[in-house]
């Protein structure tokens, strides 16, 4: 990780460092960056969860999103971003609720149970996106490893996530529909749709 001083001086000293993925979470080091770089520096939001706040603060002023969920809904988290450029909070505020339920599965965590007691396991990203979009129809492919694959109780919160927000706006889904030929209610309903995405035992 770059710290706010070493994007001000490589800013300063190469015109071709005008922006940066902010992931840290930490919104102080995003000040920061705004204060040493300048007004001119761009700041694009690392977290989708965060982006709106991101951009509401003054002093962070971030212009958009390098976005996760947008793999799955890209003209949803468009049209939230555009909104608030716009500085109509509200309705950004709205789209924001609705992909929670997504954003929320960006990461999954689990407890499994082995022959050796329980286990955390964690499905970092882009596994549970890229998950997500195999059983949509949308033909993401594996993992590099060293991921893998999700274990089934992983999966199915990222199913019933799914769920919830096709059930809030099923519209919401509508490019996925159109462009790939499928109907995304049937996949989220039918195991078939599962298969191989997960492991049989952990």
Known sequence: MLLPPDL???SKSHPNVFAVKEAT?????????RKLCGPEFTIMSGDDDKTIEMMTDASIGAAGVI???SNILPAAMWEMV??????DSKK????????????QVVTVKTEEKTPFGSATCRARNPLATKTLMNILGMPAGPCRQPLGKMTRTGIQMV????????????????????????????????????????????
Do not use: H
């Open 82 to 87: 555009t909104a608030q450029l716009r500085g």
């Open 92 to 103: 950004a505020s709205e789209l924001l609720a609705l992909l929670k339920p997504l954003i």
């Open 25 to 33: 979470g930490d919104f102080e080091n995003m000040r920061a960056i």
């Open 8 to 10: 001000a001086m490589l």
């Open 67 to 69: 976005s996760v969920v």
């Open 159 to 202: 199913v019933e996530a799914a769920r919830k927000a096709y059930d809030a706006r099923p519209e919401l889904f509508s490019p996925v529909e159109k462009f790939f030929d499928v109907e995304v209610a049937e996949r989220l309903s039918e195991g078939k749709y599962l298969e191989g995405l997960y492991y049989g035992s952990y």
